[in-house]
């Protein structure tokens, strides 16, 4: 038996017969079985220390390198802080195990955190042990018996790779740029799950051979991103976590949600204010790599209170740096005083943590998106809501979002670029996004929406001011089904993809979008749709619209659509198709 073996034998022990000194407010981990960069793995012993922990303790990372095979848990605390070295010497917690030649495509989260309040992390950084994507430069494409392929020679950083490179199990290839904006010249996604995983050939020591149907339309010199897996487990996930702080956390790459949160059903606390200072999730400095986060980087499902975002920096993602919504539901069936809703996604009934009692919901007409009134939760259970005072017309089929489910918002100061998808995704009744700088994205840089369409994300907005900003190349790419779906570079509407541009004013109010400098956007700078009350002022833009791939709308600097109410004045164009559109 080795020493280590010995000796967290030995911590175990101790921590079973409930050794006094775990009772410490500050626990170095160091002191309970866990040694940095010795390469073993360090989850049962954390574990062990978070099991033990006393409301108020805090967890202190010396500095180093921790490993750890499968996730760890923290539930039932209140007032934990935990963090790292606060010197030049840093603290990564580094999750190990990841099979980029597996199908599984299921993996481990690094933390999960349920029914906990008052929670501090801080002063971390965070790694994979293997790179969950590998990216490199196109050098021909061609066509075969065998189908239309391209070769693309892979960055040294992935050697570790090359003797089983033709065996990797890709999910998606997507195309960039040489500045590094996703171009969506190809977007191919394969379900591990079904055994669909693209064809490969290994050429020489790091050059491949990948076979695509969308082949013909990348060029030599073209950048190609492999995403090997895009797992259902975020790296830091928080359930039922109320008044959470996280501060100068670095994430290196993940290969799902970097944050999520979302309520807990039979939890003692519900998820409420999230604040974020200097959250970083980007390739490392000495890597070339494209993409970090192969998901979102911040997804919140269900959440009270306020949200907060400052100083934060988002690099090459696969998906949004920050999406906040709560879940829309249909009405599937409807009595006197209770309502069966229907999860819009999963169309089942919807799930017990949707909401709770004393939850306020709000009714929006199933076809216009328009609000019909609010009611308070009496009882919920199976779907089944019992409501206090049904309003009049509310109708099956109608829409049901949570009124306080879904957190105020405020985004300032933070760097969005080189993603995937879009910058931020909003979808709450009072926001602000200010001071913020997006460049090379793919979609919008800010998307402002209440998806009735296909994601069925709530809720709308009832106030929101969007300024400061500086948008450059976005919105240029972002496709559906071979499909273009931007609109703007600050878009409003009532969907994500496809639509969500035809429902009447009043689902949106009162939006203020001014001194934003947006340049180089292929299609409207501004695009705003089903809104009552909006004010567009002193916005510079630039080179915009005039490379339009959105039909009619496109071709217009700023586009209003289904809005009245409407004020736009003292906004300043250079190079621009058309100024203003409105229907």
């Given at each position: 038996m080795t020493r280590l073996t010995f000796f967290r034998l030995g911590i175990l022990v101790q921590l079973l017969l409930g050794w006094t000194d775990l009772n410490a407010k500050i626990i170095n981990v160091t002191h309970f079985g866990m040694l940095p960069n010795d390469g073993q793995d360090d989850r049962q012993a954390l574990q062990l220390i978070l099991?033990?922990?006393?409301?108020?303790?805090?967890?202190?990372?010396?500095?180093?390198?921790?490993?750890f095979?499968?996730?760890?848990?923290?539930?039932?605390?209140?007032?934990i802080e935990i963090y790292g070295s606060l010197g030049k010497e840093t603290s990564t917690l580094m999750a190990t195990g990841f099979d980029p030649f597996s199908s599984n495509a299921s993996w481990t989260s690094l933390l999960e955190v349920s029914d906990c309040k008052d929670l501090i992390i801080r002063n971390l950084f965070i790694d994979v042990d293997r790179p969950v994507s590998v990216n490199g430069t196109v050098v021909g494409t061609g066509d075969s018996p065998d189908g239309s392929f391209y070769e693309i020679d892979l960055l040294p950083e992935f050697s570790e790779y090359t003797d089983r490179l033709a065996e990797l199990k890709i999910m998606h290839q997507l195309s960039y740029n040489a500045d590094g904006t996703p171009n969506y010249h190809i977007s191919t996604h394969c379900d591990l799950k079904n055994g669909n995983w693209p064809h490969i050939e290994k050429l020489s020591t790091l050059r491949l051979k990948i076979y695509n149907n969308e082949a013909h339309k990348l060029s030599k010199g073209e950048l190609i991103n492999l995403r090997l897996k895009i797992t259902g487990n975020p790296c830091f996930s928080f359930l039922g976590v109320n008044t959470l702080t996280m501060r100068d956390i670095t994430i290196w790459q993940w290969p799902a949600?970097?944050?999520?949160?979302?309520?807990?059903?039979?939890?003692r606390h519900r998820s409420g204010d999230m604040t974020l200072e200097r959250i970083r999730?980007?390739?490392?400095?000495t890597s070339g790599r494209l993409m970090s986060i192969s998901a979102d980087g911040i997804h919140v499902a269900s959440m009270a209170g306020t949200f907060k975002a400052e100083h934060c920096e988002f690099v090459g993602l696969g998906d949004d740096a920050i999406n906040i919504h709560s879940r829309l539901c249909h009405i599937g069936?409807?009595?006197a005083d209770s309502?069966?809703?229907?999860?819009?996604?999963t169309k089942a009934p919807v799930e017990d943590d949707w909401a709770f009692k004393d939850?306020?919901?709000?009714?929006?007409?199933?076809?216009?998106?328009l609000p019909k009134g609010k009611a308070k939760v009496k009882f919920r259970g199976k779907g089944q809501y019992q409501l206090k005072s049904i309003p009049k017309h509310?109708?099956?089929?109608?829409?049901?979002?949570?009124?306080?489910?879904?957190?105020?918002?405020?985004?300032?100061?933070?760097?969005?670029?080189?993603?995937?998808?879009?910058?931020?995704?909003?979808?709450?009744?009072?926001?602000?996004?200010?001071?913020?700088?997006?460049?090379?994205?793919?979609?919008?840089?800010?998307l402002l929406s209440c998806d009735m369409e296909r994601w069925f994300e709530a809720t709308t907005v009832k106030k929101a001011t969007i300024t400061g900003n500086r948008i450059d190349n976005c919105g240029n790419y972002l496709r559906w089904d071979d499909t273009l779906t931007g609109y703007g570079a600050i878009a409003v509407k009532t969907g994500h993809e496809i639509g969500g541009i035809d429902k009447p004013a009043g689902v949106h109010h009162n939006i203020t979008i001014q001194a934003n400098t947006i340049s180089d956007c292929s299609n409207s700078a501004i695009f705003v749709s089903s809104t009552d009350g909006v004010k567009i002022r002193k916005n510079h833009i630039k080179n915009c619209s005039n490379r339009s791939s959105i039909p009619f709308y496109g071709n217009y600097a700023i586009y209003l659509k289904n809005c009245v109410n409407d004020q736009v004045f003292d906004n300043s164009f250079n190079q621009v198709k058309k100024l203003l559109g409105k229907d």
């Open positions: 099991d033990r922990l006393q409301d108020g303790d805090k967890i202190y990372f010396p500095a180093g390198t921790y490993s095979s499968s996730s760890l848990r923290l539930s039932g605390k209140i007032g949600f970097a944050m999520y949160v979302s309520d807990l059903a039979n939890s999730m980007k390739p490392k400095p069936k409807i009595s309502v069966l809703l229907i999860n819009g996604w939850d306020i919901i709000e009714f929006l007409d199933g076809k216009t998106g509310v109708n099956v089929g109608d829409f049901a979002a949570k009124d306080t489910g879904t957190p105020s918002t405020i985004i300032r100061d933070c760097m969005v670029s080189n993603s995937r998808a879009r910058g931020f995704v909003v979808q709450s009744k009072k926001v602000v996004i200010s001071n913020n700088k997006i460049w090379n994205i793919s979609g919008p840089a800010i």
